[in-house]
């Protein structure tokens, strides 16, 4: 699975921003996909959200500012997120793991494949 992120850029505290994630060589139906996001100075990538057979699942900080969705024929998975904070500051990746072969589609160890990320900026 190639995985191709785009939509990072800077945007004020309170705003929203769309990241896209097009992906390749699987259809949505074999694979758990999802958005993790890393922060500066941290080697930890934490995941935001993801959407797999058993629906969608999010990270408890993030429920009710970021939604995932996708066009399935399009093969590309949206990031919307609303009410941007500074600590959401981070470099955003799309991430994919076949169905089956994972325990939660929310930890980064069980992701097999990973775009290049999108850095998001936050500022006020």
């Known amino acids: 699975v190639q995985l191709l992120e785009s939509g990072g850029r800077s945007v004020k505290v309170g705003g929203s921003l769309r990241l896209s994630c097009t992906a390749s060589g699987r259809n949505f139906d074999d694979i758990a996909i999802g958005w993790f996001r890393q922060s500066p100075g941290s080697d930890d990538r934490e995941g935001i959200g993801c959407l797999s057979t058993s629906g969608y699942e999010y990270r408890e900080s993030v429920k009710g500012r970021f939604i995932i969705s996708t066009d399935d024929a399009q093969k590309t998975l949206f990031l919307q997120m609303n009410r941007l904070q500074p600590e959401d500051t981070s470099v955003y990746y799309c991430?994919?793991?076949?169905?089956?072969?994972?325990?939660?589609?929310?930890?980064?160890?069980?992701?097999?494949?990973w775009g290049k990320g999108t850095p998001v900026t936050v500022s006020s």
């Open positions: 991430t994919a793991v076949p169905e089956g072969d994972y325990s939660s589609c929310l930890q980064a160890y069980d992701m097999n494949y």
